[in-house]
C-alpha cells in the first residue's frame, strides 16, 4: 500500500540505510585518511569563520581579535578565509580520492603547517595575558592545532611514500601545466616576504595602515603557503589522473579569488588590480588545460619493436 505511514518507514529505512553507508565507509579509511577528513571540515568551519558576514557570520575581526577592523582588515580576513576553504577541499579531495601516497604526504603537508600555526599562537598570544587574540579563541585554537599536529605525527610513524622531483619530472601538458600555476602562486607568497605586499596592492588610507591587518597577514601566509605547496606535493607524489583531478578542483579557488578580486576594486590599486586579472586567467587557463591534459594533447603510445624475420639465419 502507499498509506502515508509505509512512505515514512520506506524513507526512514532508506536514511538509515545512507548513514550506515557512510559510517561503513568512514571505518573503512585509513587513519590518514580519517584524519585529514576531520581537518578538512575544521579547516572549512574555519573558512566560513573568517569570511564572517560574506556567509552571515560575525566579523572575524570581533570574533578572533575583540576589535572593528576596516575595509583592509576585512579583505585580509576574508583572503584566510578563502585559503583556510581551499586547504579544506584539498585534505577532502585526498582523503576521497587520493592514493596511500598522496595521504601519506598531505598528512604531512598538514603537520607543517600545524608548526607554522604554533608559532603564530604564540607570537599573538592570549589577551589573558596582554596578547591579541581573544582568549576562548586562543584556547580553543590552540587544542585543535596541537591535536591535529599530533595526530599528523603519529600517522607519519607509518611512513611517507616515494616522491619525485616535481620540477624536474615534468613530462605531460597536465603536469607542465600545474607547474606554471605553482610559481605563479610562489611568487605571490615570495611578495609576502619582501615587499610591503598589502600597502602595493591595496590603496591605504591617510591615517595609515589598520591595526590588525598584519596579525590578519600571518593567519593568511599560513594558508596560502600551504595552498602552494600542496600543489607541488600532487606533482611529487600524485599519479597522472590524480594531477587532472586536482586540477579541475583548484579551479574553484582560482574562481574564487577572481570574485574576491571583483569585489574589492573599490580598494585596490587599479594597476595591480589588472594584473591581478591577467595572472588569475592565466592561472585558470593552465588548471584547464592541467585537467584535460589527457584530452588535448594525448600520450603518445610506444612503438612496437619491429618483428625478427623468421627467414633470418641463426649464426
Not at 199 to 222: C, H
Not at 278 to 294: C, H, I, R, S, Y
Amino acid at each position: 500500500s502507499c498509506s502515508p505511514d509505509s512512505l515514512t518507514r520506506g524513507t526512514s529505512r532508506s536514511a538509515r540505510t545512507r548513514e550506515l553507508t557512510s559510517v561503513e565507509m568512514f571505518d573503512k579509511m585509513s587513519k590518514g585518511q580519517k584524519a585529514l577528513t576531520a581537518y578538512g571540515v575544521c579547516f572549512l568551519a574555519y573558512g566560513a569563520m573568517f569570511l564572517g558576514p560574506m556567509v552571515g557570520l560575525p566579523a572575524a575581526d570581533e570574533k578572533f581579535f575583540g576589535k572593528k577592523g576596516g575595509a583592509l582588515t576585512q579583505s585580509a580576513a576574508a583572503w584566510t578565509g578563502l585559503g583556510a576553504i581551499v586547504l579544506g577541499l584539498d585534505n577532502i579531495w585526498a582523503a576521497q580520492k587520493g592514493s596511500k601516497n598522496i595521504v601519506s604526504w598531505f598528512v604531512a603537508s598538514n603537520a607543517f603547517g600545524c608548526a607554522m600555526r604554533l608559532g603564530e599562537f604564540a607570537a599573538q598570544g592570549s589577551t589573558a595575558w596582554g596578547g591579541q587574540l581573544v582568549a576562548a579563541e586562543y584556547t580553543q585554537g590552540l587544542i585543535i592545532t596541537l591535536t591535529f599536529f599530533v595526530t599528523a605525527k603519529w600517522c607519519m610513524l607509518d611512513g611517507l611514500g616515494k616522491i619525485k622531483n616535481p620540477i624536474m619530472s615534468c613530462d605531460s601538458l597536465t603536469h607542465g601545466s600545474l607547474l606554471f600555476v605553482f610559481f605563479f602562486y610562489s611568487a605571490y607568497i615570495m611578495m609576502f616576504f619582501f615587499t610591503d605586499f598589502v600597502s602595493d596592492q591595496y590603496i591605504v588610507p591617510k591615517t595609515g595602515l589598520e591595526p590588525l591587518v598584519r596579525p590578519f597577514m600571518a593567519w593568511n601566509l599560513s594558508m596560502w603557503t600551504f595552498v602552494t605547496a600542496n600543489i607541488a606535493l600532487v606533482l611529487a607524489a600524485g599519479s597522472a589522473k590524480e594531477q587532472r583531478q586536482f586540477a579541475l578542483v583548484r579551479t574553484t579557488c582560482v574562481l574564487a579569488s577572481l570574485y574576491f578580486m571583483h569585489s574589492e576594486a573599490a580598494i585596490a590599486v587599479p594597476s595591480e588590480l589588472t594584473k591581478g586579472y591577467v595572472g588569475q586567467t592565466l592561472a585558470l587557463a593552465a588548471l584547464l588545460a592541467a585537467g584535460f591534459g589527457d584530452k588535448i594533447k594525448p600520450a603518445k603510445k610506444a612503438k612496437k619493436a619491429p618483428a625478427k624475420s623468421a627467414s633470418k639465419k641463426r649464426r
